[in-house]
């Protein structure tokens, strides 16, 4: 079944650098568009942090854009995020996503924490 595992989080000072990876099985990865979302604690709405599709063009929130960057390796099955300049606003947990027609389909996500 469709499974997807985020990994490479954990606590680092502010501006500071982290990356995220989200590995993918289950489906054809190299055909379908992915996205990393977070949520911050406190019950916070989940958030778009950006998008990337399957040719490798991406976009971002504007919160991110510049700091981090998302990038795949389709013969992995592997989802990147690098998070650079971290600021204590981005403590949250960081999920990725996938869409197959009308269902989304999330891993459980890697917490990260910005704080000095």
């Known amino acids: 079944q469709v499974q997807l595992v985020e990994s490479g989080g954990g606590s680092v000072q502010p501006g500071g650098s982290l990356t995220l990876s989200c590995a993918a099985s289950?489906?054809?990865?190299?055909?379908?568009?992915m996205s990393w979302y977070r949520q911050a604690p406190g019950g916070k709405e989940r958030e778009w942090v950006g998008y990337i599709d399957k040719s490798g063009v991406s976009l971002y929130a504007g919160s991110v854009e510049g700091r981090f960057t998302i990038s795949r390796d389709n013969a992995q099955n592997m989802l990147y995020l690098q998070m650079n300049d971290l600021k204590p606003e981005d403590t949250a947990v960081y999920s990725c996503?996938?869409?197959?027609?009308?269902?989304?389909?999330w891993g459980q996500g890697t917490r990260v924490t910005v704080s000095s």
């Open positions: 996503k996938t869409r197959f027609g009308f269902s989304d389909s």
């Open positions: 289950g489906f054809t990865f190299r055909n379908f568009d």
